[in-house]
């Protein structure tokens, strides 16, 4: 293989010959095969590689992957309702502008000094979900929602010491999917029943189950089908009689105008941070957040990085650092820590810092007010129409709602796939996941649908069901 | 004109130092960040003003208290904030050995903010999405050759999310040959990444940390006694935290496949092995990469980033389910997989970090990454001799040992004469726009610095990192008042840590700090 490479390449500095030459003679080598020597020859590969060539140039790159980046529509071509763990809303401006710097794009794991800002940022995301939450203690942002949930029953098996979980029975079921293989073994995760006309969790069942084994409770507001829960403040101290924890999962964008789950006795407070201005990127946008009161027992579990103010040598100046590291595994610990800690999501917190101090606390109300308003009048504009009935539940939706079309004699395979015609993309499909409800979809409503969007799909539904 | 000399044997710099309010001291009453479209008069004619429609009892009755501040304030604090973080294509990055921070090329980012990616909803009928699902299935097609594996999963957003991936593919292997409760160990080495022991921990295996020989590679004689019939895997790093490759390590894997267990690779080493050496000639059943390190996907403060798994055949099937397939028409997500673990992470992981990774391949090809692989071997090997030739600054082991990709250093004899740590030391480095790691808890290696230069300095990149070490160095012997009160030159002066650790004390979020620092 000498001789083979690419040189002079702009990527790679010390690519060229000469430079080359004079390092290896600096270090007593022949060529840049002497290097490598401590690999037996029996691993080496010994042939080229067997890729794609290369392009020639970044212009050529560029051309070559925008070609098959155009076989995609978007949601921008397409007008969409779909949402079910990943949500269509405005972008700001402001959020594209500072998530994109290379200073925070390209930063990593410096200290509290060259990466003042990236902690900074970090702990004013915090701060605000903490406000936001109404919580005290927020992490340093994990993988998505399912992560967080799977961590904070985690937690509340570690605290109680028990081995099982209970889970609102209207759960996403690949959400249910993180959590289990997150939580096995150790922690056994049964799901439980739902009131088949207000989706509300089963108390019947809850008190059933509620066993001195119950290490947490864990139910959504709103919930995977859109509904909001309102039997918390009954939830909560039905789990807290029993031992058990009270978590629950929440979509940040409802907070505005919604209580937080600390008012109605949620111990964790988890969910996803995806709505707080980050676009969709195909499921790539999701981030997680896990929230506790401020006590010990709880901070402690966290196996997240959690960054605290404190101050420096210098009067008026804010420092920062790690609350309690060593609980992590990066500190002594190894497996000895809780769980584990790496890269996750830390550029999303950031994101999400900034959508929320740009919307304030009039932006976040007047954003869920509008999404309210424009859900509502989709469910009514829905209903109007022959067979279908706007929304399954006898409860109130915040921005997802369930369609029921089993009296259109249309499947939603059958009506999704005529909206795709007419260049809409219509909610999830539920009939696979929810069996019991025959034909039914999961649609989203949220501030970026306009009267003129929603009234384009009623009439499009209006065509497809009634043809 | 006068002529401008410059001859400083070390730059001179000053971090950029705004001393920014917290966010929550910005703005005032009515301030506006942004406006919020509303809903259209029709709408509020029919169903009211939104509110009275929530359910009693569960309208916010908490007070809101985000901060009100105007957009050019917002944006202000937070550019201001960025000057204030030393990104990877903004400094001389060696110092975070092992998170390989490479050049992360800026076109890469540009393709990956294309509404055609952007704006995609996860959920999206696949005949939409055509074009992202063929950059993935390209992607794993090249992945496939270049570690040997026969499929990849993109699913994983981490490395540590891949490492428990991998556990839990072996958890799932074990249980369906009826072996889940015989195998109940996983040993690793002492020089993985912590992640390598916490993740399989935390799919309920006890760890064996194997320790390193004399040589500093993995004890084969202890690494023997410990395989067993309870051994679940191996999961280890090669090379390890140190640089030092095992050239035994199919030895090794030979007695884990011999003895019925999977061996697992954390590949987030990777950098100086392109088509030099791959997974599957070492024995491993299962590997994974780190696209945002090796692959120059940026490392965006801590994620999104990408642990991309890839098996053998055989465990095709364990993997987290969706997989991006091919029927030699169309490109589709296969939900089939019959023994798959399930999901680690909603949807399809992180697309976007998949695409820049496919455009940072197709701008080397394979010619580049074999440049990639020799150049950062060859600017680890060349600053490992020029830092050493400063006396003080030692590696441990054996200094005949060739390192690959990245090297752990001791200063121990420099911190027994001068009475500073690599912590010191460190805080100091700030001082020249640079940044210094020492490594991951506990120190097996006493005041250790990990260095991985990688493809990207230069000749020029690595002298002056060179010599600024050096001349800090010299500093500790001379100048210790200099390195006592470091950082001098930085955004902020020492933090006073001692809160940390106190839960009295501690501030996690700004409101516990006002409750807790309220004057009386």
């Known amino acids: ?133 109404d919580m005290e203690v927020v992490n340093v942002p994990t993988f998505d929602w399912g992560q967080a949930a799977a961590t904070s029953i985690r937690m509340a098996s570690r605290m109680t010491g028990r081995g099982e979980a209970l889970v609102v029975g209207t759960i996403d079921p690949d959400r249910l999917m993180i959590i289990e293989n997150y939580c096995d073994p150790g922690v056994k995760i049964n799901k439980l029943a739902y009131d088949e006309k207000t989706g509300m969790m089963d108390l019947g069942d809850l008190k059933a189950n509620l066993s001195s084994n119950t290490a947490a409770v864990y139910f959504e507001n709103p919930s995977f089908l859109g509904f909001l829960e309102t039997n918390g403040s009954e939830i909560s101290r039905l789990a807290h009689e029993a031992g058990a924890i009270s978590i629950v999962g929440v979509d940040p964008s409802s907070l505005g105008v919604i209580e937080p789950p600390s008012a109605y006795g949620a111990d964790i407070v988890c969910g996803d941070l ?81 959508y929320l101090s740009t919307m304030g606390p009039k932006g976040m109300e007047e954003l869920g007010q509008n999404i309210i308003q424009k859900s509502q009048y989709t469910i009514k504009a829905l209903s109007g129409l022959k067979g279908v009935v706007g929304s399954r539940f006898d409860a109130f939706s915040f921005k997802e709602f369930v369609v029921d079309f089993n009296g259109t004699g249309k499947t939603v395979e059958e009506v999704n796939k005529a909206l795709l015609l007419k260049g809409i993309f219509g909610g999830k499909d539920l009939s696979k996941a929810f069996p019991e409800m025959g034909q039914c979809a999961l649609y989203c409503v949220t501030e970026i649908h306009m009267k003129e969007d929603i009234d384009r799909l009623v009439s499009a539904i209006k065509e497809i069901v009634e043809e | 004109m006068k002529r401008i000399i410059r001859k400083n044997r070390v730059r001179s710099f000053h971090q950029a130092r705004w001393n920014e309010p917290i966010i929550f001291e910005l703005g005032s009453a009515g301030e506006r960040g942004i406006l919020v479209p509303k809903a259209e008069e029709e709408i509020v004619e029919k169903v009211g003003n939104g509110f009275d429609s929530i359910p009693k009892g569960m309208g916010r009755s908490v007070p809101l208290k985000l901060p009100e501040i105007n957009q050019k304030r917002v944006l202000m604090h937070y550019l201001r904030l960025s000057q204030e973080t030393l990104g990877g294509n903004i400094n001389i990055e060696i110092g975070q050995g092992t998170c390989t921070v490479k050049y992360n090329p800026v076109v890469n980012d540009k393709l990956a903010a294309s509404e055609k990616m952007s704006e995609l909803h996860p959920l999206q009928d696949t005949s939409t999405t055509q074009g992202i699902l063929e950059i993935i299935h390209r992607t794993d097609l090249m992945m496939r050759e270049i570690s040997g594996m026969d499929h990849f999963s993109f699913q994983a957003a981490g490395g540590s999310q891949a490492t428990m991936t991998m556990a839990s593919i072996v958890r799932m292997y074990h249980r369906l040959r009826g072996e889940e409760e015989q195998r109940d160990e996983i040993i690793t080495t002492v020089y993985s990444h912590p992640s390598d022991a916490a993740a399989p921990a935390l799919k309920g295996y006890k760890i064996i940390t194997i320790m390193a020989d004399e040589n500093g590679r993995p004890d084969y004689e202890a690494f023997k006694a410990a395989v067993s019939e309870r051994t679940a895997a191996f999961v280890v790093a090669n090379p390890e935290d140190t640089g030092i490759f095992n050239p035994r390590i199919k030895e090794f894997t030979d007695l884990v496949t011999a003895a019925g267990g999977l061996n697992c690779y954390d590949q987030a080493n990777a950098n100086g092995l392109y088509g030099v050496a791959r997974a599957r000639e070492a024995g491993f059943h299962m590997c994974y990469f780190n696209l945002h390190k090796s692959f120059g996907t940026p490392h965006g403060c801590g994620g999104p980033g990408s642990g991309a798994v890839g098996v ?113 030391i460190a805080r100091r480095v700030m001082d020249f726009g640079m940044h210094i790691w020492s490594s991951h808890h506990p120190f097996y290696i006493p005041d250790p610095l990990t260095l991985e230069p990688t493809e990207t300095p230069s000749m020029e990149d690595l002298e002056e990192y060179v010599e600024t070490l050096h001349h800090i160095f010299d500093e500790a012997y001379n100048n210790p008042e200099i390195i006592k009160s470091a950082p001098n030159n930085s955004t902020i002066h020492m933090v006073d840590e001692s809160s940390m650790d106190d839960p009295d004390q501690w501030c996690p979020t700004w409101r516990v700090y006002e409750q807790k620092t309220k004057e009386e």
């Not at chain 1, 966290?302 to 210098?314: C, N």
């Not at chain 2, 390192?403 to 911190?415: C, D, G, L, W």
Request: aromatic share 12%.
């Open chain 1, 1 to 133: 293989m000498k001789d083979y490479g690419f040189k002079n390449h702009p990527y790679i500095p010390n690519s060229g010959p000469e430079v080359q030459k004079k390092m290896l003679d600096y270090l007593g080598l022949e060529s840049l095969e002497d290097l490598h020597a401590e690999i037996p020859e029996e691993l080496k590969l010994n042939r080229p590689l067997d890729l794609p060539k290369p392009y020639g140039s970044e212009y050529e790159l560029r051309r070559a992957v925008e070609k098959l980046l155009s076989k995609n529509s978007t949601t921008k071509e397409y007008l969409s309702f779909l949402g079910a763990g990943c949500w269509q809303h405005y972008v700001p401006a402001i959020c594209d502008e500072v998530n994109s710097r290379s200073e925070f794009l390209t930063a990593y794991a410096g200290e509290p000094y060259n990466d003042h800002g990236r902690f900074q940022t970090l702990f004013e995301y915090e701060s605000l979900v903490a406000e936001l939450l």
């Open chain 2, 312 to 424: 053998i055949s055989e465990l095709r099937d364990f993997l987290p389910k969706p997989l991006v397939e091919f029927d030699g028409e169309k490109y589709f997500l296969d939900y089939d997989i019959k023994n798959s673990i399930g999901k680690v992470r909603a949807f399809i992981g992180t697309p976007q970090v998949v695409l820049k990774a496919y455009s940072w391949i197709m701008s080397l090809g394979a010619e580049g990454l074999y440049e990639v692989a020799k150049v950062a071997s060859l600017n680890n090997v060349y600053l490992i001799k020029r830092l050493l030739k400063y006396k003080g600054l030692e590696l441990p082991y054996r200094e005949d040992v060739q390192r690959i990709e990245q090297a752990r250093y001791t200063m121990e004899k420099i911190a027994k004469d001068t009475g500073f740590s690599s912590g010191d």
């Open chain 1, 274 to 354: 995806q709505p707080l201005g980050m676009h969709m990127n195909y499921g790539g946008g999701q981030s997680g957040f896990i929230s506790t009161r401020n006590e010990e027992r709880f901070v402690m579990e966290f196996p997240s990085r959690l960054f605290g103010v404190a101050p420096t040598v210098v009067e008026g100046e804010y420092g920062f650092g790690d609350v309690a590291y060593e609980r992590t595994s990066f500190g002594n610990l190894r497996e000895k820590g809780k769980e584990y800690v790496g890269t996750q999501t830390a550029l999303l917190g950031i994101t999400a810092g900034v």
